[in-house]
């Protein structure tokens, strides 16, 4: 019987299934093995890239963010009506996505969300894998489930007849229950935009997915790009074309948390492009001139793009929190001078994976309130940033999520 068959059988109930009963005779005793009421053939196949971490956000809700390549097993267009995330031991549904929302947050592989038409089916073709990016919010870390079911529904598109419509349960991951690592923020006292933040945004860090020697990873699934601010949110002052005329351009950058340097790479020169992106570089020079430090086995945190010349640390060296490494540049794939920043499972930043990290102590002052990408921060007609205050105080061991801007140190003013 072809998979099809196969498919809208066990979709279409027992009264439609194929085959017979063997004659009594034949039959043996049953000893183990019986199969679970639930189980059935499916359309779609999935798998987790990362199995999700908890980690607190500026929200105040615990985030689980993680990433599902969903498959259409079939050779028939799918299409997929809605996605629910459920506590794998109560069932209770903890995220649902439909309609809208689910355009956006499904995605071709190796397409973006961006031009999307929001109001067309999700339309999965034969064959086809797309990635769901999922980030499911928590109230609190007690409520964190041990594991998570993916339910999925839709109907696979038939040539003759009606759609063949299914609903069932997709996948199951277990919740990571390690704490996100705390780290100091990497940058001196003043006032900071956090550009392409987790974990709701469709961002070039959270969507970052890079298959690299056949594996599929997402190595900026919780980076952070830096931009220094003036008490008027302007980023840039003066000739946008200009490196110096960038707030952020030559700040000290700061170790996070104690550790071994791993990587320690200099002379990559800045771009030249401002302020246009430039050409995108090869691989190694990706990150620019940058500093690995591994802080716990298995955890290495970032510091990118600084400015050639100015790596202060060699490998091998011992380095303590708030030691400067470095200087913020704007060298390998980056338009305007900002740090990169973020923990990953590799002493390289290709192949890695994201791993979440919490910043001990820093004030909530805001959010920026339009999306600017490093592409497009030096072509607005001014430097200043669209902000929208929150009166919200000293945050202690929270992930600043996407657009957040910050204060780092008590001081009155960023410069």
């Not at 001014?382 to 929270?398: N, S, Y």
Request: glycine letters at 10%; aromatic letters at 6%; one cysteine or more.
């Amino acid at each position: 019987m072809a998979v099809l068959g196969v498919l809208a059988a066990c979709t279409a109930g027992p009264s439609d299934t194929a085959g017979s009963t063997p004659p009594a005779s034949t039959a043996l005793p049953a000893e183990g093995g019986d199969l679970d009421p639930d189980t059935r053939f499916t359309p779609l196949a999935t798998s987790v890239l990362t199995p999700p971490m908890p980690v607190k956000g500026t929200d105040e809700m615990v985030h689980l963010t993680y990433d599902i390549l969903i498959t259409n097993a079939t050779s028939l267009p799918v299409q997929l009506d809605r996605l629910e995330v459920r506590d794998a031991d109560s069932g209770d549904a903890l995220l649902t996505e439909e309609g809208a929302q689910l355009n956006l947050s499904v995605t071709r592989l190796g397409e973006s969300a961006d031009g999307v038409d929001s109001t067309d089916p999700l339309l999965l073709g034969p064959a086809e894998t797309w990635v769901a990016w999922v980030d499911v919010p928590i109230a609190t870390d007690a409520d964190v489930p041990k594991a998570l079911e993916l339910a999925a529904s839709g109907a696979i598109i038939r040539p003759e007849g009606e759609p063949a419509e299914f609903s069932s349960t997709v996948g199951t991951t277990a919740v990571d229950d390690r704490s996100a690592t705390v780290v100091g923020v990497p940058v001196q006292d003043g006032i900071w935009y956090m550009s392409e933040g987790c974990c709701a945004e469709s961002t070039h860090h959270r969507r970052g997915l890079a298959p690299i020697n056949g594996e599929a990873l997402v190595p900026q699934r919780y980076a952070i790009d830096f931009y220094l601010l003036d008490e008027e949110h302007r980023t840039w002052e003066g000739d946008p074309s200009q490196l110096s005329s960038y707030f952020t351009y030559q700040q000290p950058i700061v170790a996070a948390a104690a550790g071994t340097v791993v990587a320690a790479i200099d002379g990559i020169p800045n771009t030249t492009s401002l302020p246009g992106p430039p050409p995108i570089p090869p691989i190694e020079h990706t990150v620019g001139n940058h500093v690995v430090v591994e802080i716990e086995p298995g955890i290495f945190a970032l510091y990118g793009h600084m400015d050639p010349g100015s790596v202060r640390v060699r490998v091998g060296d011992r380095v303590e929190p708030g030691q400067e490494l470095g200087l913020i540049g704007s060298s390998g794939n980056s338009t305007t001078p900002h740090l990169h920043f973020h923990l990953q499972t590799e002493p390289t930043f290709f192949p890695s994976d994201g791993v979440p990290y919490v910043f001990d102590e820093f004030e909530l002052l805001g959010h920026i309130t339009e999306r600017l990408w490093d592409d497009n921060l030096g072509l607005e007609p001014t430097g200043e940033l669209p902000f929208e205050g929150v009166d919200a105080g000293i945050r202690h061991d929270e992930l600043p999520l996407d657009r957040s801007v910050i204060r780092v140190g008590r001081d009155e003013g960023s410069r």
